[in-house]
């Protein structure tokens, strides 16, 4: 990437720094059951940072309703809370990380949901030439998310579809955590703290400036 720089002014090298240094670019996975605050937090940071919040739930249920294919096949899926089919969870990401606003990082949340997904992502990276991301993980008792999630009262979430996509985060996701721990880039967090306190959290461990 250095290379794009010879020869190039003192001015050019100032407004061509901010994508093309990799070093401080933010791809951020953002790792955890759902009720765990992952979303909220999410585009909190997304805003602080200016880069997208891209929730492959929000992507499917906008999918649904507009009817298009993908949001057709997703549709049983999402209702009863099994994993939508990889290759049409990739299709969708391939797209959406190629877009122009994913070049200078984002924050995944919803993806990936399974090693088979962590693995499809290294190789799409890996294509678009984007280094390893760095992974949160939001740690919180499940009785609060069964209680948050009712809470947050989505009409399609109803206890036992709760329950449902909780044991499918227990036995498809929760293995990315030592997958992510083993590459040494996975943060935790205490999700069961204030929103506010949540996000200084992230910040801290993340090493961002505070805003002022
Ligand atoms: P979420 O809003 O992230 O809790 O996702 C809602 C539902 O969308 C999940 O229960 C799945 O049915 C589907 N979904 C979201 N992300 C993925 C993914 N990465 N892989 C497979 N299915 C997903």
Redesign the pocket.
Known sequence: MGLIFLGASEAQKRTQAPILAQGNIMRLIFLGP?GAGK?TQAAILAQELNIPHI???????SAIAQKTALGIL?QA??????????A??MAM?GKRLAEFDALGGWIL??????LS?AQALDRLLQILGQSHPQAVNFNVATESLIARMLQQGRKDDNENLIRR?LE?YQEKTTPLINFYKQRRCLIDIDGNLTPEAVNQSIRAKLSLAVPV
């Open positions: 759902p979303g929730s492959t739930g929000d992507l499917l249920r997703a899926y999402l209702e009863s809370g099994e994993l939508v089919p990889d049409l969870i990401m949340d919803g993806f990936p949901r399974n997904q996509r499918v």
